[in-house]
């Protein structure tokens, strides 16, 4: 099969077409054809760092996690899935697991779901790592009917989708962004835009709360950024963060009583363990999808097998709308 493969690891590493082997489905994966794959923030880290991220494949490496395509095989103990169904899910590119950049992947029926009927396959292609990763922060935190909720990066891609989910949830969302495109598309979603390079956090604290802090604050920019969700927070609230990497001080979580949330959605896949949340997280998010409470937004420009690596840079480069998907 076609497959785009990197021979080398690095920020100028080259994707090259090559054939490698088809895969066979395996016991409990069945083989996808894939139609589109979206490029997430982790593949362009993969990309970059290579060895120096303990998630990278060997080289040659395939790469690419999430995915929407057509069921063409199915392995041993598999139910639930027939050959021609559509699926969608994030099930690759990382460690021994081959990725998604090819016409095929042999991926485990747990990591799946069937794709939701309203969406497209680019569109379901761009929901799987996103979706979970925003599901999994929301739903740890409780967050449920009236309370208040912050998403810190409202116009990135696990933004947009939190904000679609703690409204579905029944909270009062507010999100920071900045720029008309992104305040625009906040208030889209139907959460009140905060412009954080013009308001202080106690002034957006103060407006959208009347000074208590926001119940629970979804972090997707991480960093520094994470003693600004500290702030916002109320009171035994709760602060959810995609990117916690970094060294702070924990001291006002101390004394807020705060419930600190680190969400890493790969560790499913990276250690073998509870592989069927995510199937079942999938089946809930195409049913939102289905019930027009959840939609992703999808980056206009398009690219196919020859654009990979400029893909690739579309994302990094701070010019995208919404998720950078490839078309197979």
């Known amino acids: 099969m076609k497959a785009m493969v990197l021979n080398s690891y690095g920020p100028d590493a080259l994707f090259e077409l090559a054939e490698i082997p088809s895969p066979v489905a395996t016991l409990g994966h069945v083989v996808v054809k894939v139609a589109a794959t979206s490029v997430n923030t982790v593949d362009t880290m993969i990309r970059n ?8 494949p060997q080289l040659p490496a395939v790469l690419g996690m999430d995915f ?4 063409v095989a199915i392995g041993e103990g598999v ?12 099930a690759g590119g990382l460690m021994d697991i081959p990725g998604t950049l090819a016409e095929y992947i042999n991926a485990d029926a747990r990591l799946i779901a069937h794709k939701p009927r309203t969406l497209s396959m680019k569109e379901a292609a761009a929901l799987p790592l996103v979706g979970i990763t925003a599901y999994e922060g929301l739903t740890r935190a409780g967050v449920g009917e009236g309370q208040t909720v912050l998403v810190q990066g409202g116009a990135g891609g696990v933004g947009h989708i939190a904000i679609q989910i703690a409204r ?3 909270a009062k969302v507010s ?3 900045r720029g008309e495109d992104q305040l625009a598309l906040i208030e889209e979603l139907g959460a009140h835009a905060i412009d954080f390079t013009t308001h202080r956090v106690q002034d957006y604290v103060a407006d959208h709360t009347e000074g208590v802090g926001f119940d629970m604050v979804f972090d997707s920019v991480g960093g520094p950024n994470m003693t600004n969700s500290f702030e916002a927070a109320r009171l035994n609230g709760h602060v959810a963060s995609t990117v916690a990497m970094v060294q702070i001080d924990l001291t006002p979580v101390h004394f807020k009583g705060l419930s600190l949330h680190v969400v890493f ?3 499913p896949m990276m250690h073998g363990v509870g592989r069927q949340t995510h199937g079942d997280i999938l089946r809930t998010l195409a049913e939102l999808a289905e019930d027009g409470a959840l ?8 690219f196919g097998w020859s654009d990979v690596g400029a893909a690739y840079a579309h994302l990094t480069n701070g010019s995208k709308v919404g998720k950078v998907v490839v078309e197979l």
């Open 265 to 267: 959605m790969l560790i």
């Open 168 to 170: 579905h949830l029944g």
């Open 68 to 71: 929407a395509g057509t069921v």
């Open 295 to 302: 939609k992703p937004i999808v980056d206009e420009q398009k």
């Open 175 to 177: 999100a920071t962004g």
């Open 79 to 90: 139910t639930g899935f027939a050959i021609g169904d559509d699926v969608y899910g994030c």
């Open 49 to 56: 760092m290579g060895p120096d991220l303990p998630l990278s």
